[in-house]
Structure formats: C-alpha cells, structure tokens
T-cell receptor
Framework: SAVISQKPSRDICQRGTSLTIQCQVD?????MFWYRQQPGQSLTLIAT?????????ESGFVIDKFPISRPNLTFSTLTVSNMSPEDSSIYLC????????????FGQGTRLTVV | GNSVTQMEGPVTLSEEAFLTINCTYT??????LFWYVQYPGEGLQLLLK???ADDKGSNKGFEATYRKETTSFHLEKGSVQVSDSAVYFC????????????WGAGTKLIIKP
C-alpha cells in the first residue's frame, strides 16, 4: 500500500491567480495521477505523471493550464493556473500500487474554491 | 471501448435495510474491478476489489462478486448503518491501459436512522 499526503487540503483563491498542489508519497512509485472531481461528479483524469518525462494530458486538459512537475519518485505537484470559478473542484492525487494489479491509492484531496 | 455504468443515485434506505448498488462494465481484456468509497469531506478509499472472474471481494460487511458472464460487479450489504452514508464508485483497471482506472459516475447512498 501507499500513504499519500496532499496539501493544501483546501483553499479559497482569487480568480486570475494560480495554486500549486503538492502530493507526497511514502514510497517510490512509477506512476502518479491527477484527477479533478467537480461537485457531485465522478473523477476525471487530468494527467499521468511519470518521473523523468513530460506528463501525459487527457483530452480537454493542457499543460499551460495545469502544469505538472514530477522531480522524483515520491513527489509531484499540480498547478492550476489563471484560475476561474469553473476551476472550483476537488483535485486528487493518486498512485498505482506498483504490483501491477491497478489498485489505486488516493490523497485526501484539495478542495479548491475560486471566487 | 472500456466503460463502467453505475446505478444512479441517490439511493435512500433505512438503517438495517439490504443494499444493492449495481455496476456493469465493458472492457477489452481482463480487468480488475474495484469499489471505492468517499465519505463526506474525505478522499477516496478502496472498499474492496476482485482481480479475476468469480472472485468475491469483501470488506466491512460489503461484498461484490466479479461476474464475467453478466459483466457485473454489484455491491451488496446485508444490513446498512447510518455510517455507511457516502458516495460509492465502481471502477475497472486494465494493466494494458497504463494502469489508469475507468470510473463509474458514483452512487450517493443515504441511510436514515
């Protein structure tokens, strides 16, 4: 299993500003995933972040809006840039457990409100 | 393509009632199947999983059986409690999909005392 610490747990931000969310894992993992969960909705994958390579973004998400860093095997950041109220969501960091059976572990999420 | 279809919510039950939340999937290959739970204000936690056909996952009184013939993974509990109120997500995982999980829409469960 993996224990994931995500911060901040919540924030209220002004439109036009940027917020960087940090995700720290207690073990080395190859793949980290960033999700968005809009109010009352399911999870939408933003991107997959592998150490040492560019993040892979899903359709509808671009690097300029959601830049991701993955400097090592235990840490990643997601930045939500030039925020608007439509970016108000829960952002979740997730890792695959490394055993090949695709089980995922999640951080507690970052609840972002843009005003 | 790969997809997960979940019973629409909210599902409202009285305490001690029997719970079923339906989940069906389409997948190429041989997926693993998961139920995750999200309690109010919290992140997602794995509730149970099954990695091959006919496996039964179980945890905290919840059960789900991987049925390949009906492509289903329905979540059941014999007697629900108020503390089970949460959103439940069914998901499938394919190792040939870069370990991404495919998520159902989520089912909100409300248990009344």
């Amino acid at each position: 299993s993996a224990v994931i610490s995500q911060k901040p747990s919540r924030d209220i931000c002004q439109r036009g500003t940027s917020l960087t969310i940090q995700c720290q894992v207690d073990s080395q993992v190859t793949m980290m995933f960033w999700y968005r969960q809009q109010p009352g909705q399911s999870l939408t994958l933003i991107a997959t972040a592998n150490q040492g390579s560019e993040a892979t973004y899903e359709s509808g998400f671009v690097i300029d809006k959601f830049p991701i860093s993955r400097p090592n095997l235990t840490f990643s950041t997601l930045t939500v840039s030039n925020m608007s109220p439509e970016d108000s969501s829960i952002y979740l960091c997730s890792v695959e457990d490394g055993t090949g059976n695709t089980e995922a572990f999640f951080g507690q999420g970052t609840r972002l409100t843009v005003v | 393509g790969n997809s997960v279809t979940q019973m629409e919510g909210p599902v409202t039950l009285s305490e001690e009632a029997f719970l079923t939340i339906n989940c069906t999937y389409t997948a190429t290959g041989y997926p693993s199947l998961f139920w995750y739970v999200q309690y109010p204000g919290e992140g997602l936690q794995l509730l149970l999983k099954a990695t091959k056909a006919d496996d039964k996952g179980s945890n905290k009184g919840f059960e789900a059986t991987y049925r390949k013939e009906t492509t289903s993974f329905h979540l059941e509990k014999g007697s629900v409690q108020v503390s089970d109120s949460a959103v439940y997500f069914c998901a499938l995982g394919l190792t040939d999909s870069n370990y991404q999980l495919i998520w159902g829409a989520g089912t909100k469960l409300i248990i009344k005392p």
